[in-house]
Every structure is written in C-alpha cells, then in structure tokens.
C-alpha cells in the first residue's frame, strides 16, 4: 500500500505532456477541436500503468480517489487552456472552455472502460463540431 500511494503522489509519473496536440492556431475551430479529441482519446484510451492502478483502486483507497480527482482536475486545466487559445481567446479559460474540457476529457477517460482503444464510441467529427459550435457562439455573443 505504501508503493501504490509513493507512486500515485508522484506527479512526474503521470505523462501530462502526451495529452494535447501541438499549439497550432487554425482559423477553422471545428478541425482545430478535432485535433484535440484525437489525440486526447489516444493518450487517454491507453493509459498509463500509473492512470491504471489509480482506475482499479478508486474504490478502496480513498486516497488513490482523491488523487484520481487531482488528475482530472489536472487534465481539464491543460485541456481547457487549450481550448482557449484554440478559440482564439486570450488570458484564462472562460466557463465554456473548462466545461467543454470537462466532458471531453471524461469521454475520453472513458475508452479504456468501454472497449479496446481506439473503437470508436463517438463521431469525431459530431464532437468537435458540436463542441467548437458552442466555444464560437459564446465567443460571439460576449464579444
């Protein structure tokens, strides 16, 4: 128990960096969202050892769930800033932003317990244009 808890406070150890698509800003949003959705199912429907352990343990400890927690946190943070400057929005993340960072990174979180890696569960395509449909009409109607 001791090894499992030294191994999930190890922040190095969770591969954050692997999770986002290089920082291209494109003028179509829904390709840019696309982009995103893609590489975030990869890095997450094939999780780490790390991300593993945390996933069968969620139930028994509650720290290892309230580390589970902090990731997630952790990749919504990541993911809703790049959604924002995807967006073309400057400074911090808007509401919109973190919420669709939210779903995207639970969906996503999600592949590894519904099949094999890299089925596809969801349109990429329907994801992305509802997604950068609702990041572009509030970007629009605040201006």
């Known amino acids: 128990m001791d090894l499992l808890l030294a191994v999930v406070r190890d922040r190095k150890v969770l591969g954050l960096e692997d999770l986002l698509p ?3 800003r494109r003028t179509d949003l829904t390709e840019a969202v696309t982009e995103l959705w893609t590489q975030l ?4 429907g094939r999780p780490s ?3 593993r352990i ?3 343990e969620l139930a028994a400890h ?3 769930r309230q580390r589970a927690l902090e990731l997630h946190d952790q990749i919504s943070a990541v993911v809703s800033q790049h959604l924002a400057r995807i967006s073309g929005h400057d400074g911090e993340p808007r509401p919109e932003h973190e919420a669709a960072a939210r779903l995207l990174t ?5 592949v590894p317990l519904l099949g094999e890696p890299g089925q596809a569960r969801l349109d990429t395509q ?3 244009a509802l997604i950068a449909a609702g990041l572009g009409a509030t ?3 605040r201006g």
Request: aromatic letters at 4%; glycine letters at 8%; hydrophobic letters at 65%.
């Open 126 to 128: 329907a994801v992305a």
């Open 106 to 110: 639970i969906a996503a979180g999600m």
């Open 139 to 141: 970007g629009a109607s």
């Open 41 to 44: 199912s990869a890095a997450l």
């Open 54 to 56: 945390i996933f069968q």
């Open 22 to 24: 290089p920082p291209v």
């Open 49 to 51: 050892i790390i991300r």
């Open 62 to 64: 509650p720290e290892v």
